[in-house]
């Protein structure tokens, strides 16, 4: 049985955005999440993606919560 993985990784591109973001004394507001299943294959994460391993869904972040677990998610 294999274990299922799953990553979330700032990759080169939103590193930049962040960081202009905090220059700039502004907000960084995350408008989408989405989700890809690698077409069957598992992907190596890679900072420099600039597009998921076969996206599969995508839709406006429409609500967000703290981890009762850990403040800092």
Known sequence: MSE????????????ALEARAL?????LRLTHIAVGD???????PDVSATALAHEVHRRVIDARTQSADDPHI
Do not use: I
């Open 4 to 15: 299922t993985q799953y990553y979330c990784l700032l990759t080169d591109a939103g590193a």
């Open 23 to 27: 220059a700039e004394g502004k907000p």
């Open 38 to 44: 690698g077409n069957g294959v598992v992907p190596t």
